[in-house]
């Protein structure tokens, strides 16, 4: 029996409108960020892909885009599991800073390398920092090892797959659909192990707000094929708008 995942990328944050570099800010959706997560839900409803279990990271732009979208689609009343580990990534010193200047300051090349390398992590932010997340009550149970000051994808990838391990691939081997609701780069690196894209390759990568992304998998919780958006052409205009971030 197929299992059905279901990934979904947050709608459209304040922040993202603003082109403010974002990681673990936890930032809320704008006006169309919340008409985004409710198209998602009529998506899921048209094409008849209902979610059963529901899984987000702990920032606030998931859940209200899970709730929305899942209200939308008559199922608030699934059952709801939250872990840091679907965070965005922890995007260093560089959060809450705009991304245009960004990369006027440091160049193409360094800015590209801190966005989208596989293995660069930005620059840590200082505990002191008005936008580190230090001393937030919904890390408390995070070891100081774990708590990230920065990250790169491969970071991502070494404190995500655990999760999905864990607590993912259980509830679809339970033959539920399971509905991820996450990041542009938390979600690139779930793309990144079932599709088996390469460390360089997953540069050009990239994950439109707001738009469900369907795939089968197969008795090794792995798809024959590539995921399948259910709506493709918003999708690679969505995907190739997060391109061209920063370029203003
Ligand atoms: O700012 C961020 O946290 C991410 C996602 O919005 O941005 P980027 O696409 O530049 O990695």
């Known amino acids: 029996m197929p299992h059905t995942l279901v990934l979904l990328r947050h709608g ?16 809320r959706l704008s006006d169309l960020g919340r008409a985004e997560a409710k198209r998602a839900g009529e ?11 529901l899984h987000t990271s702990v920032l606030t ?35 809450g800073l705009d991304k245009a200047e960004t990369l006027e300051k440091y160049g193409q090349e360094q800015f590209m390398l801190w966005r989208r390398s596989f293995d660069t992590p930005p620059p840590p932010i200082a505990d002191d920092s008005e936008w580190s997340q230090v001393g937030d009550p919904r890390y408390a149970n995070l070891s100081d090892a774990e708590m990230p000051r920065t990250e790169c994808l491969k970071d991502v990838i070494a404190r995500m797959l655990p999760y999905w391990e864990s607590d993912i691939m259980p509830d679809l081997r339970d033959g539920k659909t399971v509905l991820v609701t ?6 690139r690196a779930l793309v990144k192990h079932l599709d088996g894209i390469s460390d360089d390759d997953i ?46």
């Open 43 to 53: 998506l899921l409803v048209e094409q008849g892909v209902l979610p059963e279990v």
């Open 12 to 27: 459209q944050s304040d922040w993202n409108q603003r082109n403010l570099f974002t990681g673990w800010v936890d930032v």
């Open 203 to 248: 540069a050009e990568l990239n994950i439109p707000t707001g738009i469900p992304l369907v795939y089968e998998l197969g008795e090794d919780f792995m798809p024959a094929k590539p995921g399948e958006y259910l709506d493709p052409e918003a999708a690679a205009a969505g995907a190739a708008a997060v391109a061209a971030q920063g370029r203003k």
């Open 61 to 95: 732009r998931a859940i209200q885009t899970a709730d929305i979208a899942l209200e939308e689609a008559d199922r608030l009343w699934i059952d709801v599991r939250r872990s840091w580990r679907l965070n965005e990534r922890h995007y260093g010193a560089l959060q």
């Open 182 to 187: 996450a990041h542009g780069n938390s979600l």
